[in-house]
């Protein structure tokens, strides 16, 4: 499948645009994807088919450019002298068959100035003559960058005394790779070899092996230039294979930057960050846990006193102090640090931290207060319980087995006495079976209270137990909200990759077909 540059754009701004509204990018983050241009030199025409090479003359103010267009038209279609700094305008010449109702209303037609021709040597070139880039006018600067992705070639226009010209020079720097290039030493007539050396020199370090260069003279002087040879150049050049060829390079150059663009917005959404903060703030917390249950021991105590000494009544638990919240907020403001030293974005993770710590204090105190009311429910460990339910039923048991015992002495000491003759039972027997009963009865009833579990104890239990558990959700609240970061931003990710794929697959179906040798000399090697 063919995967249209446009669309490739068009997706990566949405994803962009949706990334900004979540939260997930900064705009300084997406600004230079937004910037990005989806115009290409084939977006000027309507049949992309038969269109023609698209040449701009480039450069700094008086070296030129406007002279050598005129020189081809045979005309002075294009401002010169001292017009030429305050000029706004884009000079295009073409030729009559093609319709200037072609160009895309996005571009500046009210700058332009048009001039046409009916030579059927420049049919299939469209001249532009574009603005002095380091005009005193800043307009001027915005009107060639505005052209600049519908350029196939640059021409490169310097002149012996302006060749180092540093404005110019850092645009080529900026647009190399974007496209072919060719490079015309003007007035050519003043210059001489070293200057034509050093430029070329120049132009090996700035990327180009064996730069194509011409030297031309503008001025009426009879000396021979390498005008004719420009011309000609570019006639070979104007063919329908290079173009397409041409075109097809400019749209892989295109992919790949679009792709290493997002490639870089992908690595501030990459989950070994997010990994990082969660290790983080697992550390983070384990410091401060310790601390808390410390700082807590003895708010704990005065609770559980409070409760007791209100014999059961409402425990009033206030344990989470401004002190408590403090601590907690230094933990909420190291896990936004770290995420800002991760280059995570962080306002949606800002805004779930902090209205944790705006409930925590109510968080920790329901906690510990329901630990605390089920630990009296169950007042004691397992043993305990167990040994009162066995002393409660031997309240009831004992002196229920020493009255029977009695009762079986009665009923044989009665018997055995009137057989006998002797008296019934006595003083003696009364008394020790009213202390067997009492004392069957007094023994557990007095162990069972002396191994009551002490209120306080109980509270206290509770409310440290309720106090951990409080500590231990704190932590995963802080995790959950890391995690659901992690979550948005591997969703993110994911439809990040399919637009990669996308450009990665354009760039090769692209460079697949960009083959042509006749173009390796004007093309930036790096």
Partial sequence: MAYAYSECVKQAKDWAQQALAGHLLSEEQVQALLEIEDRTPDSLFQDIETRPLVVAFMGGTGVGKSTLLNRLAGAPIARTGVERP????????????????????????????????????????????????????????????????????????????????????????????????????????????????????????????????????????????????????????????????????????????????????????????????????????????????????????????????????????????????????????????????????????????????????????????????KALINPGNRIQRWTLKFLKLSEFLLPLAAMSFVSYQVFIGYYESVERGEPFLGVDFVAHSILLILLSWLIPFFLHKKLQPSLQKTAERGLKKGMELALAELEQHILQAIEAEKQRSQAAREALSSIIQMCRDGKRQNIEHATDQALQDLLMSN
């Fill in 86 to 373: 305050t000029s706004r305008e884009v000079t295009l010449f073409h030729h009559q068959s093609l319709s200037i109702d072609q160009l895309p209303d996005g571009l500046p037609l009210e700058s332009i100035n048009i001039g046409s021709h009916q030579n059927s040597h420049y049919q299939n070139i469209l001249w532009i003559d574009m603005p002095d880039f380091d005009s005193v006018e800043t307009a001027n600067r915005q009107l060639v960058l505005e052209w600049l992705p519908h350029i196939d070639v640059l021409i490169y226009v310097v002149s012996p005394e302006r060749y180092r010209d540093a404005k110019a020079w850092r645009l080529l720097l900026q647009e190399g790779a974007n496209h072919a290039w060719l490079f015309v030493l003007n007035k050519w007539d003043l210059g001489d070899s070293v200057q034509y050396e050093d430029f070329k020199t120049q132009l090996k370090q700035a990327g180009f092996d064996n730069p194509v260069i011409f030297k031309t003279s503008c001025a009426d002087t009879g000396s021979a230039d390498e005008f004719e040879q420009l011309v000609a150049y570019l006639e070979k050049l104007s063919n329908a294979h290079i173009v397409k060829s041409l075109d097809q390079r400019g749209k892989a150059i295109r992919f790949e930057q679009l792709e290493q663009r997002l490639e870089a917005l992908g690595q501030t959404l990459a989950a070994e960050k997010f990994q990082q903060l969660e290790k983080f703030a697992r550390q983070q917390w384990r410091q401060r846990e310790d601390m808390f249950k410390q700082a807590f021991e003895w708010p704990l105590k005065q609770a559980a006193q409070n409760y007791a000494a209100k014999g059961g009544g409402k425990t009033e638990i206030e344990v989470w102090d401004q002190w408590a919240q403090s601590r907690f907020d230094d933990v909420i403001d190291d896990v936004l640090f770290k995420a800002a030293q991760l280059q995570i974005p962080s306002t949606v993770l800002k805004q779930s931290l902090k209205k944790l710590g705006q409930e925590v204090g109510k968080q920790v105190t329901a906690k510990t207060e329901l630990e605390c009311r």
